[in-house]
């Protein structure tokens, strides 16, 4: 049990390893990439034949990140590390129906009318437009 004046954190407050390890990279004279440069990364690396995966694959000298994207391509889910890859690059591709300009649909709403006799029904057939006339033949 402590005792009033007991120090219970001799070391003091424990560092922040998050800054730290970001200052000790900087002090290191390592830089983070751009958006712009990691995605010229990653489509040059998709551009290379299997060899040359290969080789950078085992080379120990290259950044991780290399290497790991280097493994994804050439393991059995390679086609979706491609598709990833170039969708960091490029940004996902929207599919837009040309059809409605990318516009939701919206139908009319359908009118329900009651007639009562044959007349009343003759009237409203006239008043609707001919399917016909409406397309143009």
């Known amino acids: 049990m402590a005792k009033k004046g ?10 922040n390893t998050i800054r730290t390890m970001i200052k000790e990279f900087e002090d290191a004279g390592l830089v983070v990439p751009s958006n712009e440069e990691m995605g010229k990364m990653y ?3 998709a551009t290379l034949n299997e060899e040359e995966l ?7 000298e290259l950044p991780m990140m290399t290497r790991i994207i280097a493994r994804g391509i050439l393991s059995k889910k390679g086609l979706d590390v491609v598709d990833k890859i170039v969708n960091r690059a490029y940004g996902s591709q929207q599919h837009i129906d040309i059809t409605t300009n990318g516009k939701d649909l919206q139908p009319e709403p359908m009118k329900l009318i009651f007639v009562a006799n044959k007349e009343e029904l003759e009237k409203i057939e006239n008043e609707i437009p001919n399917t016909e006339e409406k397309e143009g033949k």
Do not use: E, S
């Open 6 to 15: 007991d120090v219970l954190n001799p070391k003091g407050r424990p560092r």
């Open 43 to 45: 489509l040059y690396i």
């Open 54 to 60: 290969k080789k950078l694959l085992n080379d120990k």
